[in-house]
């Protein structure tokens, strides 16, 4: 077993578009993508460990152990569904990453998938004050679609490496219209990209009609960043079992 | 032939639970458990050798080359059995920790096994003066059973890595009551986490009954560290093939 | 799916010679090889993609996406063929090398290949100011047809590790006639080895008579200096998604 | 494909004695198994080769591309044969050494062989002046045969780390007697251990009764000492495709 999809409920989705939010540089994808889950009320519906991901388990509120998963959520809405793909981990390596990003746009396919958005970070050298969005993507149409405020990627970043890339990459070749979506953040792993992912936010708030209220944006944010950031630090303390020294 | 498991004997079980300590942070984990195995006189019915282990040999007491294996022994009570998981390494990387993880499972599903405890140490910054103990687990109940004296390990660690914290998350995937119990220790690769071994040795003697003498505890644990001390010094003196130069 | 062997048009061609010249020491081999691509007009006719490329895109100059590819362009003479392998990218690991050598010799023995030139650099800790070009391969008679202005790769280098050393051994395994030509070059990861890389073209240009007119040399490799040189920037800006810290 | 072994000829064989001698700590077990080779006129008769080996290839003296390989040779005496297991590398990582000597198990047995010495060098801080031999193995009968002027094992060191090790365990669980014999040596990587392979030789020449002159064990061993820091000085100049710098 290296690949476990578990379906919880059937939903019926409407043309759907997935939007990706996985940890990396400042966790800016993920912190939108938790945000817009959150907000929206959407529904986990998939379930999808690995053999590839992390060999650890995370512990809850309750103090429970959880595998490391990543989820797919949805939300219905007039005419067209929304995926939410988020999670704690990124898949371990490259050929892993390739792998999951075919098994994601499998499923997709099997709901007739519309369109993908991918968040994600660039890491900077400091903090930006003001964080820039870059937009690419499988075409024009769709890039124009998505780039409210941003500017091209190519005018600033080379390879895009991981599941906000490879996503992008591997939906053009099954000609699945796709975009990525960065925002400018920090390098530094412990920073948390609120900025950024206002940004992003901001973006798809506006581009896809999501009507949440900005309002509230702030306060959330700031009790998803305590979070974070607790778990950061907590990862920090410990590192259960280290390679022990016997391979020398 | 990438998992290689041998019966010895073929034990008649009655409820098994199944205890692991491997190496690790301070090999508390695994100074806990060989303890355990030494004064209950548990018989090994079970050795686990794999092309996932490291690729070398350890040299025992008698100067006889030994491969690199984790075992299975046993120790019948009335109503229980119990089950030791120890052995010398841990699976080489993420993939090789959950196959061996999932094969360890598939083994105690065949004896009817009903819970699993994993131990395991914390390391932290500087030797603790009076190790706290930790534990968390696949539910409520068990933990419940389980935390003597011991605190939520939510208050403290963020993922668990390796043996100890993915067999309690794959066991929670098979409906199998897990819980997994860690011992503050230091993160040094020499130090022994003695004292944090103890800890877990009164909460076992406790919570599971087993009747150890615990006046013998440290005379033995001096032992063990002896022992342990002089093979991890024994490992820095010699890297047998190094990585040869040509592949730079 | 692992390797992906994309057809884009059959060609016919004749006794087919095969040169290649990816990302390695200086891009020196993939500096030659891409403007020999350009100035003969050669016509791409296969794309490689794989799992064991780098899990990324790059952007195009149209802000678009692209998945990681090895090219495969032909150009037809009077008498013979040739094949240019080129792209951003070298397989993964060592196992990927040998497997992606190994695909590329099966095409090419589809094609009926005669022979193969892998172009490469050789790192030095300064920038040579007049950069000696190295000649080995599977036979003296191939190696002579080569080794115009060259010295032999036995007095100077150890292994040739990568595409342009492998090709060549495994080449050698079947029986077709392989040289494996080096130029000297600086070490640094940003630095372009144009020297090089024109000492690798005057060679060619003299033993395959290629024609290429060598007063156009110097300003389009300026050109090809610049874009690359701009890639390679751009590549040190932005890690889009970073080793989240919770494996630790 | 990834273990490829290429019979040469077909040799008789009697009751055949396997010794193995890799590149490792100081060269010492391949310094002396080539010398045997070498002196005995051993005979190749098998070539393997694989995708689990570096993927780079050497230069010989005739300035032509060799592919990594192990190989084996024979020699046949009087009521015995001997088998020389020598080459440029060593297995890439931990299973492919697994994989490795299990492969070389099938082929010894397939001959019927009868029993296994492993060489090897032991890494200390400093150059030793009269270098220390040590044997562990199998069992206690091969270990005395072959423990001329040697010391146990396991009074020094903790695990032996690839072939030399792993052969012996390897060898046990399927009841081959078998040694480890490892001579002292300088951990430095560009090191030879000529004496530590004078000590080793010592001791093969008088258990196995080889009668090599040696008078001429001297010279001989500087010649080697020559073309192998010849080798390995050359492997330091060049690294012909350092990873390229997008995958950042």
């Known amino acids: 077993m290296v690949w476990k999809i578990t379906k919880i409920g059937n939903p019926k989705l409407k043309n759907p578009i997935l939007i990706s939010g996985l940890p990396g540089v400042g966790n800016v994808g993920k912190i939108a993508l938790d ?7 959407a529904k986990k519906f998939i379930e999808i460990s690995s053999y590839e991901f992390p060999h650890c388990v995370f512990i809850n509120e309750k103090n429970i152990v959880e595998l490391p ?5 949805y939300k219905n809405f007039k005419n067209h569904s929304l995926i939410f793909l988020g999670g704690d981990v990124q898949p371990l390596d490259e050929r892993a990453c390739y ?25 900077l ?10 937009c690419t993507g499988t075409d024009q149409k769709t890039i124009k679609k998505y780039s409210f405020k941003s500017k091209n990627a190519n005018e600033l970043v080379g390879p895009i490496i991981g599941v906000s890339g490879l996503l992008t990459g591997l939906a053009k070749r099954r000609n699945i219209p796709a975009v990525t979506i960065l925002a400018e953040s920090f390098g530094h792993p412990n920073y948390l990209g609120i900025k950024g992912a206002r940004r992003l936010l901001d973006l798809l708030n506006k581009t896809l009609k999501l009507k949440i209220n900005t309002d509230e ?18 990862t920090k303390t410990i590192s259960q079992h280290s390679d022990t020294s016997y391979i020398g």
Chains 1, 2, 3, 4 share one sequence.
């Open 35 to 41: 945000f817009m889950v959150d907000k929206l009320k």
């Open 69 to 73: 998963t990543i989820e797919l959520f």
């Open 99 to 123: 792998e999951f990003c075919d098994t994601v746009l499998d499923v997709f396919k099997g709901y007739k998938g519309k369109e993908i958005v991918t968040l994600g970070g660039i890491a």
């Open 125 to 134: 050298e400091k903090i930006p004050k003001k964080p820039e969005v870059f």
């Open 217 to 234: 944006l702030k306060g959330e944010i700031e009790d998803i960043e305590n979070e974070i950031k607790d778990k950061l630090t907590k």
